[in-house]
């Protein structure tokens, strides 16, 4: 829940003196109705002129909180908006922690990771890219661009392995990614996260939802498999823990689909394709995968028409309670 103007949310504290002027009102009231109707038909009548007060006084302060609930932009929910969006803007967000170097991809994660960035790269001829890598830090490693050249040489060292840094945190590989959005006057756009999903530290999630909500989706791409496989190291040694044992890397599907469910984005299995460049290809160009990752954005739903109504509502049952004829006394 959110408002879209919140400082109209100040006119709340208007609700205390207005009681207190029904308070007012009602005392008055009373002691004017003592007079008129004298001491017989005072206690009768007391009774239904409470009831009738109260009821009126509770629906008119409704009527007030909807109608500055309705001023402030109350909203809650979400649902897709559609926007248009010239040429094609992506950050390339690709994991470089040490888990990347596991071979059950073939020839290994990170490498796996590098040929399918070239490949798309080479078949969209209307996009602007750039690359962010991640390991327990992040950096930009290419700025949005259109020199495809920078973007494949840094691709090319990717495939040597010397970028490999240790820990994995995706939180602040999305951070940085989102950075490179912020600082352009259109931000619109599209983050793919390549990784196995290991995340030790960060919470992803939450950036994810960020994202959606400012209209730049993320497309995740896992690389590795559940069943996982050990991680060699540059001097031929497979990694191990501090007792000694050998390290399993395993990729985690669950939270990668959840990053890219949150932020209104799609979900890619690459073990599960024969070429999973194609299908990412096809979130870019085709018009249904592509209206979900290129067209649309996250945003919270404006509920100012329903508190309008109920706010109408109120007033005329404010109104409606002192024209109502009571049937004998209460």
């Known amino acids: 829940m959110g408002f879209g103007e919140p400082i109209y949310l100040l006119l709340l504290i208007l609700v205390i003196p207005l009681l207190l002027f029904f308070y007012y009102s009602y005392k008055r009231g009373l002691s004017d109705l003592k007079k008129l109707a004298g001491t017989d038909r005072f206690e009768t009548l007391k009774r239904s002129y409470f009831v009738k007060s109260f009821y009126s006084t509770l629906a008119f302060v409704l009527f007030f909180i909807f109608s500055v609930l309705a001023l402030a932009g109350l909203r809650y929910g979400e649902k897709l908006v559609k926007e248009d969006r010239k040429g094609l803007k992506v950050v390339f967000l690709i994991d470089v922690s040490k888990s990347m170097m596991a071979k059950d991809t073939s020839p290994s994660r990170l490498k796996e990771a590098a040929y399918i960035v070239k490949s798309v790269v080479d ?5 602007l890219f750039g690359i962010v890598l991640f390991s327990g830090t992040a950096f930009t490693a290419v700025p949005i661009t259109d020199d495809l050249v920078s ?16 820990g994995s945190n995706i939180a602040i590989g999305l951070e940085k990614a989102y950075e490179m959005f912020y600082t352009d006057e259109n931000r619109k756009g599209l983050i793919v996260l390549i ?27 896992l690389v590795g498999t559940e069943k996982g496989a050990n991680i060699p190291l540059s001097n031929g040694n497979l990694l191990r823990d501090r007792t000694g044992r050998v390290v399993v890397t395993k990729a985690d599907p669950e939270l990668m689909e959840r990053i890219a469910k949150v932020s209104g984005g799609y979900f890619i299995e690459a073990s599960k394709y024969e070429n999973p460049e194609i299908e990412l290809l096809q979130i870019f160009k085709s018009k249904e995968k592509g209206l979900i990752a290129l067209n649309y954005r996250i945003e919270k739903e ?23 004829r009571w049937k004998g006394p209460i």
Do not use: C, H, M
């Open 151 to 166: 973007v494949v040489s840094v691709l090319n060292q990717l495939d040597k392995g010397w970028l490999i840094g240790a």
């Open 195 to 221: 990784s196995d999903g290991e995340n030790r530290k960060g919470n992803p999630i939450s950036v994810a939802k960020k994202l959606g909500e400012a209209g730049i989706p993320v497309v995740t791409l």
């Open 302 to 324: 404006t509920k100012g028409s329903i508190l309008v109504f109920l706010g109408i509502i109120s007033l005329l049952a404010s109104l409606f309670v002192w024209k109502l």
């Open 123 to 127: 078949n969209v001829s209307d996009g």
